[in-house]
């Protein structure tokens, strides 16, 4: 028996069967029921798939996974700092598009940075983020990353998104000893800035630096009780640099710490003398150090060379041991301890209000602006000038920062050193309660004195490599995803390079060369707010290259910090062939 199945109308039809069902023998019955249901799955299975198989595109790329420095790093999910991204290669990839949203769904609105912001096609399945991403987490994630390759036959369907959540891994823990007038705090991963809350007059104060001085609770004060217990907590802050196209706010905070209580002995009277000069080391008249961080001074006493008597101070910092040339000097306060500031109160007043005085506040105008007269030079009320870009920088100017210049530059320990001292300070009252303060004595006479200490400031280098090998990840010759193996790895195409992040950088320079020395810079100048790049445009052959950090709040016009060592890498032509997608 022959029996043919077409299909009429969607259905199938059924030829070579004479007679109605009636009339069929049992074994014909079954035989025609069999053959309908077979039809049938042919038609649910068979049709579609085919269909499919002309409409579907071919499945995306596997093993998207985030990085900070190396993609065979242990995988997670939390980041404190922008991580890099890095999949298989797929088969025939011509380029891939890469996509970062706040959205699973990634939607045009919820887009953080996309490869099509790029000038350039990208050709390898290694991505840097050039932005620095703020703080922000989900549930379960914030932000989630994809990926999908164009070939000569078509474009990939997406892949699986990769969703992970940028956060602080810690909090600012106060673990560092408290010196009279100060406090510190342990420095947090991916923390542009601090604010510092003082519970007691209720004052927030922001700054750079891991400590924070008292000075709300010294000046101007008539109960000397008012000093003696502090309590206070502080978070970290976190600034984006680069242009994010959604919009996502420009800084984030971190969660406040605990209060923390610090206790201060009576203040010292007696002849002024210098305790220490304290960030993440402490130099002492007898042990000076060299510190990655502008540090704070500590101080006791109340007279100065000549007799004075002063219940106000100010530092100055200079480059010889003289104190002549003066590098630095900070804003009159009444603490016996200064830690450079961004924000408030910056400044003295310059009016005095008796009634303020006499309730036990800390008297501030509210402007943090104005200049006070002294004995033997104008001084600026505030703690420096606000930095930016200067006209004409070499750094983007995002990378810049509203806020005084409270930096020091580093300063080529150990045969490079910088001096400090304090001298005492007095206010005067003149006509309308107008408040001039005078210096009581010169910087030159405090340090002759033998009123003077030594230290050191370091320009922190961001790290490329670790035993020799470089924080790098690309293609091999032969077509392989790999990180650096040894300290001059060969990578075909363009590879990515990561590093650790260098303490006051608020962006970074890349630069180029085909020498380690003399360095000759061979291509313009990369600059990212994130903590890897891609090396693009370079022909086979060695190259070198090395990192740098930029500080806005650096004093002077160079913004600039120390270059790294610079790492080796070889770009070789391919041992493989693109074969086409299937």
């Known amino acids: 028996m022959t029996v043919t199945v077409s299909v009429q109308n969607g259905h199938p039809s059924f030829e070579g069967l004479r007679g109605g069902l009636g009339r069929r023998k049992p074994l014909q019955s079954r035989m025609f029921t069999r053959l309908a249901a077979l039809a049938s799955l042919a038609l649910l299975v068979t049709a579609p798939a085919a269909a499919s198989a002309a409409t579907s595109p071919p499945p995306g790329p596997v093993g998207l996974r985030a990085f900070l420095l190396r993609a065979d790093d242990a995988p997670t999910n939390t980041y404190a700092r922008t991580p890099s991204f890095a999949w298989t290669p797929s088969r025939g990839a011509t380029r891939y598009d890469f996509d970062?949203?706040?959205?699973?769904?990634?939607?045009q609105a919820s887009i953080v940075w996309s490869s099509a912001l790029r000038t350039s096609p990208l050709r390898t399945p290694?991505?840097?983020?050039?932005?620095?991403?703020?703080?922000?987490t989900g549930s379960p994630y914030a932000l989630y990353a994809r990926v999908r390759a164009v070939t000569d036959r078509g474009t990939s369907a997406w892949s699986t998104p990769f969703g992970f959540n940028m956060t602080w891994t810690s909090m600012p823990d106060r673990i560092l000893p408290d010196y009279p007038g100060l406090v510190r705090w342990t420095p947090v991963e991916g923390a542009t800035s601090y604010e510092v809350w003082f519970l007691d007059p209720g004052k927030i104060i922001q700054t750079i630096t891991n400590?924070?001085?008292?000075?709300?609770?010294?000046?101007?004060?008539?109960?000397?009780?008012?000093?003696?217990?502090v309590h206070w907590r502080v978070r970290a802050v976190r600034r984006i640099f680069g242009t994010l196209p959604n919009g996502l706010p420009a800084v984030v905070d971190g969660p406040w710490s605990p209060i923390y209580t610090s206790t201060n002995p009576t203040p010292s009277i007696g002849a002024l003398s210098l305790t220490a000069a304290v960030s993440e080391v402490a130099s002492t008249p007898d042990a000076p150090k060299v510190h990655a961080l502008t540090p704070a001074f500590v101080y006791s006493g109340n007279e100065g060379v000549f007799g004075e008597f002063s219940d106000l101070y100010r530092v100055?910092?200079?480059?010889d041991k003289a104190c002549v040339n003066v590098v630095y000097t900070g804003p009159v306060t009444g603490s016996p301890a200064y830690a450079p500031r961004l924000s408030g109160p910056l400044a003295l007043p310059t009016t005095k209000d008796g009634e303020t005085a006499a309730a036990g506040k800390y008297l501030d105008d509210g402007t943090e602006t104005g200049t006070f007269t002294a004995d033997y030079r104008a001084v600026s009320a505030t703690e420096g000038a606000p930095t930016t870009a200067p006209a004409g920088q070499a750094f983007p100017s995002d990378f810049g920062a509203d806020g005084p210049a409270i930096d020091l530059w580093d300063s080529g320990w150990p045969a490079g050193r910088y001096y400090w001292t304090v001298v005492p300070v007095e206010d005067v009252i003149g006509a309308s309660n107008t408040i001039q303060y005078y210096d009581l004595e010169l910087p030159q006479d405090a340090c002759a004195a033998g009123r003077v200490i030594a230290f050191g400031k370091t320009s922190q280098t961001a790290i490329t490599?670790?035993?020799?090998?470089p924080f790098a990840t690309g293609l091999t010759p032969d077509g392989a995803m790999i990180s650096a193996q040894t300290s001059s790895p060969q990578f075909y195409g363009t590879p990515l390079i990561a590093w650790e992040p260098a303490a006051g950088a608020t962006g970074y320079e890349?630069?180029?060369?085909?020498t380690a020395y003399p360095w000759k810079q061979a291509a313009p100048s990369l600059f990212t707010g994130s903590t890897s790049a891609l090396l693009e445009g370079l022909k086979p052959g060695t190259w070198y290259y090395r990192v740098r950090g930029i500080d806005p709040f650096l004093s002077g016009p160079i913004k600039q910090m120390a270059w790294s060592k610079p790492a080796e890498l070889v770009l070789s032509r391919p041992t493989f062939t693109t074969a086409p997608s299937r």
């Open 211 to 229: 400590a924070a001085d008292e000075r709300e609770y010294y000046t101007f004060h008539l109960d000397p009780s008012w000093t003696g217990t």
């Open 100 to 107: 970062l949203a706040t959205s699973k769904a990634f939607t």
């Open 316 to 319: 100055y910092v200079s480059t």
């Open 465 to 469: 490599t670790v035993s020799g090998r």
């Open 126 to 136: 290694v991505v840097s983020i050039p932005v620095s991403l703020p703080w922000m």
């Open 510 to 514: 890349v630069q180029v060369s085909h």
